[in-house]
């Protein structure tokens, strides 16, 4: 497996289901991460290994990244990807269950990544100690924002922030600050 950063985005293995999940974009635009689960889960090549391997870089890993971008409004910054397939989507959902798993995922890969690292598999075969202690961080932040989107603690979560909800949010914002006499 090639890699040449820390994130899914910047590994084989990544970009593998990246191209997985663009082959497969709802015609109506309207993505799920069930659904998309499902088709990585479901796919010889990118389904993902056991956590008890630790490895660094899987679909699970893609999906989760994808998410964060979509929810932080930067998936246009994936200039890479040809003809642009993301801009399309206008909604991108994610089923309570289907986020619990994904953070299960990611933890316990990290988790048995640590102790790979500790049972002799020197930085769980990073060449790099640098790059070892980065996708540690990499992963920490990727299940804590999956743990973001739990909190909301309902079935069905909205990670595009549209227009009008960015819109309603500094509205909100704008009369916290008048009431406290900013």
């Given at each position: 497996m090639g890699?040449w950063g820390?994130t899914?985005?910047?590994?084989d293995?990544?970009?593998?289901?990246?191209?997985?999940?663009?082959?497969?974009?709802?015609?109506d635009?309207?993505?799920k991460?069930?659904?998309l689960l499902?088709?990585?889960n479901?796919?010889?090549?990118?389904?993902?290994?056991?956590t008890?391997?630790g490895?660094s870089?899987?679909?699970v890993?893609?999906?989760a990244?994808?998410?964060?971008?979509?929810?932080?409004g930067?998936?246009?910054e994936?200039e890479?990807?040809?003809?642009k397939?993301?801009?399309k989507i206008?909604?991108?959902?994610?089923?309570?269950?289907?986020?619990v798993?994904?953070?299960?995922?990611?933890?316990?890969?990290l988790?048995?990544a640590?102790?790979?690292?500790?049972?002799?598999?020197?930085w769980?075969?990073w060449?790099?100690?640098?790059d070892?202690?980065?996708?540690q961080?990499h992963?920490k932040?990727?299940v804590e924002?999956l743990?973001?989107?739990?909190?909301?603690?309902?079935?069905?979560?909205?990670l595009?922030?549209?227009?009008?909800n960015?819109?309603?949010?500094?509205?909100?914002?704008?009369?916290?600050?008048?009431?406290?006499?900013?």
């Open positions: 890699c820390i899914a985005l910047e590994s293995a990544g970009l593998d289901a990246l191209e997985l999940i663009r082959k497969n974009l709802p015609k635009g309207r993505m991460v069930k659904e499902k088709i990585i479901e796919d010889e090549w990118n389904k993902p290994p056991v008890e391997a490895e870089h899987t679909g890993m893609m999906l990244e994808l998410m964060v971008k979509f929810q932080d930067t998936i246009q994936m890479f990807i040809p003809q397939p993301f801009e206008v909604s991108f959902t994610a089923d309570y269950a289907s986020v798993w994904m953070k299960s995922y990611l933890f316990d890969t988790e048995q640590k102790a790979n690292a500790e049972n002799g598999i020197q769980n075969g060449f790099q100690e640098e070892w202690s980065a996708w961080i992963m932040n990727l924002r743990s973001d989107i739990l909190q909301q603690n309902i079935p069905e979560m909205e595009i922030q549209h227009a009008e960015k819109m309603t949010e500094q509205q909100e914002l704008m009369e916290e600050g008048f009431k406290m006499g900013f």
